[in-house]
């Protein structure tokens, strides 16, 4: 059934975007668990099971490095076959009507591009799961080769033209943040009317930092997520509620 838009929250947030020009939108694993993919933090997800491997340990063991592969491919299945959803694709509608110039995103998931908002509106904070680079000379490599090779005799990936070591595009915690997106993330940040902060526990940092820059330039911020979030006292609007079918009643988009 619907969500009924005659909740006050809900008509607060359509709004809001309503009077938006210049809107961010950040997002977190939470929009993606209507995908299929299980979020980071609520109990039972994948990644409950195991404690993230840090950069610093990645690059420290051989069995460090093996053992982050084991699991990457254990968990690329559930990434591969999820498809946006209605979240994802009232965030597309919003871009495609130029009220939000921006998705910044902590997702690796790449649904947002899936769901058809062009590759220069997104900012990935946490890098992307689809293929690995090297991390001394940044050379791109595809994941299907390293997979093959890894299945067969557990072979952990080297840079063919450097010797370096290659990890997934994604950023682990205690590895640096990416420069561009970081830079491009604080521009937009800076520059926006109106801030959503969707799906995202609000703790990892400094992706979190982004929804108190935007409140502390002047930037009305709302938070939408099912549960109480870090940030709550400084939002001007918290809706907890499921993410597609308040986002789908708060845009108006036909998006279900
Ligand atoms: P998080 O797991 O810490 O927080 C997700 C929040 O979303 C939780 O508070 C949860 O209650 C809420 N939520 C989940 N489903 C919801 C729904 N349908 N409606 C409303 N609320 C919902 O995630 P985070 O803040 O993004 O931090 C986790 C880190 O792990 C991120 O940095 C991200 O890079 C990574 N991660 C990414 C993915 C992905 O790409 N899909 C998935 C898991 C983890
Ligand atoms: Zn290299």
Redesign the pocket.
């Known amino acids: 059934m619907a969500l009924s838009t005659d909740q006050g929250d809900v008509a607060s947030l359509r709004d809001l975007i309503a009077d938006a020009s210049q809107a961010v939108v950040f997002t977190?694993?939470?929009i993606?668990?209507?995908s299929g993919?299980?979020?980071?933090?609520?109990p039972g997800g994948i990644?409950d099971l195991n404690k993230p491997i840090q950069f610093q340990d990645f690059v420290a063991s051989d069995e460090m490095r093996r053992e982050y592969w084991r699991r990457k491919f254990k968990v690329d299945p559930v990434i591969k076959k999820a498809v946006p959803n209605r979240g994802h694709r009232a965030v597309a509608s919003l871009v495609a009507r130029g009220t939000v110039c921006a998705v910044i995103t902590?997702?690796?998931?790449g649904l947002h591009q899936e769901s058809g908002i062009p590759d220069d509106k997104i900012i990935e904070l946490?890098g992307n799961s689809t293929y690995a680079t090297c991390l001394d000379c940044a050379e791109r490599y595809e994941l299907e080769p390293i997979r093959e090779a890894f299945l067969d005799h557990e072979t952990i990936p080297i840079c063919q033209s450097c010797g370096g070591m290659v990890k997934p595009a994604t950023i682990s915690f205690g590895q640096q943040m990416p420069e561009d997106a970081m830079r491009a993330a604080e521009a937009h940040t800076l520059n926006c009317d109106l801030f959503l902060a969707i799906?995202?526990?609000?703790?990892?940092y400094p992706?979190a930092g982004f929804p108190v820059m935007a409140k502390q330039n002047g930037a009305q911020l709302v938070i939408l997520?099912?549960?109480a979030?870090e940030l709550d006292a400084w939002a001007d609007l918290v809706v907890n509620?499921?993410?597609?079918p308040t986002l789908a009643a708060a845009t108006g988009a036909n998006v279900a």
């Open positions: 977190g694993a939470g993606s668990t209507e993919i299980p979020d980071f933090r609520s990644w902590q997702n690796i998931d946490h799906g995202s526990s609000l703790v990892v992706a997520n099912r549960e979030t509620r499921e993410i597609g």
